[in-house]
């Protein structure tokens, strides 16, 4: 049947189902619209109460909300266009809307299960008792199945030679719908040259490739999002050498730069450090809230007195010779979670 060319038919005049599905296809769509926007956050509210319950988010809350609060320097006005009771409309509604953490879902789901980081330092930037007594640092976060994942270490080299290649990380994947409880391991390490690249002292970035984490076996057939546990361990093979000259802080989910992979960022600022807000978040949704409610005054005051706002500056060095920096600022700010 020919439509009239008269007559045109307005993306905000479909049914709320088909406009969730095209967020779904395209998550673009959000910025056509400050109701797009809105149904955004809805749809990842259905995508956070779809893989953690109610009760979970209210276990982490106080965390949660402080980390999103955090991030209002970058984001205050787009946050409270979801800051409305009016649009809530699903049965799990009949709570309160609660600030910070019901107008931020895609920022919670994205920090939490999307494109997680795993600190092994505590949120005061202290690395754990285990670094110095066995060389060794353990963590272990949910993530979103899926076939790939790209996978960085970040760490911090206190003085040269950095003994770097003698690093191993072993990831211990466990499935949720896996009747057998079976678990997959996927031992990383890194390139016998990488103490070529890593001639200074500072914080460094460095790829580990992508993980396959989900296996064809376990990917859901009715396309509902399911997590994954995944355990990492980072150890080495430099007995009682390690601390002096290395202090690991974490593994890093997010994909820096996909046109241009990035293999290695170095940025030698001393005032860099990741938030200790979201370090509390990342400790808390392990232990689920309770432990970890008293350190937020500390955690505040820490991240004020050393946490720089300010961009730091990495030096990039890239997979293929042929892509080049564009910028100083080298890969986009660490601070700030991906979205993508």
């Known amino acids: 049947m020919l439509l009239s060319p008269k007559r045109h038919t307005s993306l905000d005049c479909l049914p709320v ?49 402080l980390y999103v609060k955090s991030l209002d320097d970058y984001r205050r006005a787009a946050r ?43 949120p005061f930037g202290e690395p754990p008792e285990s670094w110095y007594r066995k060389q060794e640092v353990t963590g272990s976060i949910e993530i979103c199945e899926r076939n790939l994942s790209q996978c960085g270490l970040w760490i911090k080299i206190l003085k040269t030679p950095s003994l770097l290649k003698m690093l191993k990380v072993r990831f211990t994947v466990r499935y949720a719908n896996d009747a057998n409880g079976d678990a997959r391991i996927i031992e990383k390490t890194l390139p016998v040259f990488v103490d070529d690249w890593c001639k200074f002292p500072g914080i460094y970035y460095i790829s580990l490739g992508t993980l396959e984490i989900c296996q064809a076996s376990h990917v859901s057939k009715n396309r509902r999002i399911s997590l994954c546990q995944v355990n990492a361990k980072l150890e080495t093979t430099a007995q009682n050498r390690c601390t002096e000259y290395l202090r690991p802080l974490g593994l890093d989910f997010v994909p820096y730069q996909q046109g241009k992979p990035v293999i290695l960022a170095h940025t030698d600022e001393e005032s860099f450090r990741f938030s200790g807000f979201e370090g509390l978040l990342y400790h808390s949704a392990a232990l689920r809230g309770s432990e970890l409610l008293e350190l937020t005054t500390d955690v505040g005051s820490y991240d004020q007195a050393g946490h720089s706002r300010r961009q730091a500056k990495f030096e990039v060095r890239y997979r293929f010779p042929r892509d080049k920096q564009t910028n100083d600022r080298g890969i986009k700010n660490v601070d700030f979670p991906y979205l993508g």
Not at 44 to 52: A, E, G, I, P, T
Not at 88 to 109: G, Q, V
């Open 17 to 65: 189902e088909l406009r969730l599905r095209l967020l779904s296809e395209n998550p673009q769509l959000k910025v056509v619209g400050r109701s797009w926007y809105r149904l955004s956050n809805q749809f990842y509210r259905d995508l956070c109460l779809s893989v953690k319950t109610w009760k979970f988010w209210l276990e982490i809350q106080k965390n949660a909300t």
């Open 80 to 122: 409270l266009i979801n800051n409305e009771r009016s649009f809530l409309t699903s049965a799990s509604d009949t709570t309160d809307f609660i600030e910070y953490l019901c107008d931020s879902w895609h920022i919670l789901y994205c920090v939490l299960f999307k494109w997680p980081r795993l600190f092994f330092e505590t």
